[in-house]
């Protein structure tokens, strides 16, 4: 249920708390959950509207933004970006942007709460799965995370879609309706609109269910890494002596390769570019020449590259 205890919980209600505010249901639901929690608890809260200029009606959409935070007597930033995609979409390019100005925006302590639920959870998950994740990948998006000098929380992934809708309605809030959500030659919105409902309707709650199973995954991945690093660490980071892993299974050399990659905040590449790896590295003689290179398709995270140099793979960004 959509109520003040999932913020008294999961936030800081001593420090400075923005909502990135959209307009649409979701954002437009935290908003007035802050602004009736401001009063009671006397909360430091604003309000940051991203208007990325894609639309036709982005001008109305700000405008809308500006009259709902005025009416609540909550501060509102605005920040208007031009969006070009470096080939990994309109979507993604985006989200770079917000989370960019987000970044900037936040001073120590800060913290910017997003409207993320568990229908997205769901989404995000099954993205991955389409697109050949990994295990960290069935984690789903983090509830909490550092970002610049504060922090991004997500209150709200354990709220399904209709929750937000219900509390909206029954407290007569209207909102933003954006039409492109229709448009299911997008991914995500052909999953949302035609995938999503199906399941649904066979089994109940199945966004909460994913939800829950992202839970687990989370808990189990965090203890195998615990594991993993006290018993490789010597072996995790940048540059990888061949000789001290040749002799370990190839699953093992595969996860310490992971770890290192991590490290480097680089994008994880898939099963297929590991064994191309593995049998670039391990399996022949490497050179000065050997070389492997990958990128997501989204280019949300950094593109790597692997190369061969006195005994040691490098790991690096391309």
Same mark, same amino acid.
């Given at each position: 249920?959509?109520?003040?205890?999932?913020?008294?919980?999961?936030?800081?209600?001593?420090?400075?708390?923005?909502?990135?505010?959209?307009?649409?249901?979701?954002?437009?639901?935290?908003?007035?959950?802050?602004?009736?929690?401001?009063?009671?608890?006397?909360?430091?809260?604003?309000?940051?509207?991203?208007?990325?200029?894609?639309?036709?009606?982005?001008?109305?959409?700000?405008?809308?933004?500006?009259?709902?935070?005025?009416?609540?007597?909550?501060?509102?930033?605005?920040?208007?970006?031009?969006?070009?995609?470096?080939?990994?979409?309109?979507?993604?390019?985006?989200?770079?942007?917000?989370?960019?100005?987000?970044?900037?925006?936040?001073?120590?302590?800060?913290?910017?709460?997003?409207?993320?639920?568990?229908?997205?959870?769901?989404? +995000?998950?099954?993205?991955?799965?389409? /697109?050949? &994740?990994?295990?960290?990948? =069935?984690?789903?998006? !983090?509830? @909490?995370?550092? #970002?610049?000098?504060?922090?991004?929380?997500?209150?709200?992934?354990?709220?399904?879609?209709?929750?937000?809708?219900?509390?909206?309605?029954?407290?007569?809030?209207?909102?933003?309706?954006?039409?492109?959500?229709?448009?299911?030659?997008?991914?995500?919105?052909?999953?949302?609109?035609?995938?999503?409902?199906?399941?649904?309707?066979?089994?109940?709650?199945?966004?909460?269910?994913?939800?829950? +199973?992202?839970?687990?995954?989370?808990? /189990?991945? &965090?203890?195998?890494?615990? =594991?993993?690093?006290? !018993?490789? @660490?010597?072996? #995790?980071?940048?540059?990888?002596?061949?000789?001290?892993?040749?002799?370990?299974?190839?699953?093992?050399?595969?996860?310490?390769?992971?770890?290192?990659?991590?490290?480097?905040?680089?994008?994880?590449?898939?099963?297929?570019?590991?064994?191309?790896?593995?049998?670039?590295?391990?399996?022949?003689?490497?050179?000065?020449?050997?070389?492997?290179?990958?990128?997501?398709?989204?280019?949300?995270?950094?593109?790597?590259?692997?190369?061969?140099?006195?005994?040691?793979?490098?790991?690096?960004?391309?």
């Amino acid at each position: 249920m959509l109520n003040h205890d999932l913020i008294i919980k999961n936030v800081d209600l001593e420090n400075k708390i923005y909502i990135a505010y959209s307009g649409g249901s979701d954002s437009t639901a935290l908003l007035h959950l802050l602004a009736k929690m401001s009063i009671d608890h006397q909360l430091e809260v604003k309000a940051i509207h991203v208007n990325h200029n894609l639309s036709k009606e982005s001008k109305e959409w700000e405008d809308h933004c500006k009259k709902i935070c005025s009416i609540l007597n909550i501060d509102l930033t605005i920040e208007s970006v031009q969006i070009i995609s470096d080939g990994g979409g309109i979507e993604s390019a985006s989200r770079k942007a917000r989370y960019k100005i987000f970044e900037n925006l936040l001073e120590s302590g800060d913290q910017i709460l997003l409207a993320h639920h568990s229908d997205d959870v769901a989404e +995000t998950i099954f993205m991955r799965l389409l /697109r050949g &994740t990994g295990v960290d990948g =069935l984690e789903g998006p !983090k509830f @909490s995370r550092e #970002i610049g000098k504060g922090r991004l929380i997500r209150p709200l992934l354990k709220i399904t879609k209709k929750e937000i809708l219900n509390y909206l309605a029954e407290n007569n809030i209207q909102y933003i309706e954006d039409d492109s959500n229709m448009h299911n030659e997008f991914d995500r919105n052909f999953l949302r609109n035609k995938i999503f409902p199906m399941l649904e309707d066979r089994w109940k709650g199945f966004s909460k269910r994913i939800n829950n +199973t992202s839970s687990i995954f989370r808990e /189990r991945n &965090t203890i195998y890494s615990n =594991l993993f690093y006290e !018993k490789y @660490s010597d072996l #995790i980071g940048n540059k990888i002596e061949l000789k001290k892993i040749n002799e370990l299974s190839e699953s093992i050399i595969s996860d310490i390769l992971r770890f290192s990659i991590k490290e480097c905040n680089i994008s994880i590449p898939n099963s297929k570019i590991m064994e191309e790896i593995i049998k670039t590295f391990i399996s022949s003689s490497p050179g000065p020449k050997s070389i492997v290179t990958w990128s997501r398709s989204d280019k949300e995270l950094v593109a790597g590259k692997i190369t061969y140099e006195k005994g040691h793979i490098i790991i690096s960004k391309r």
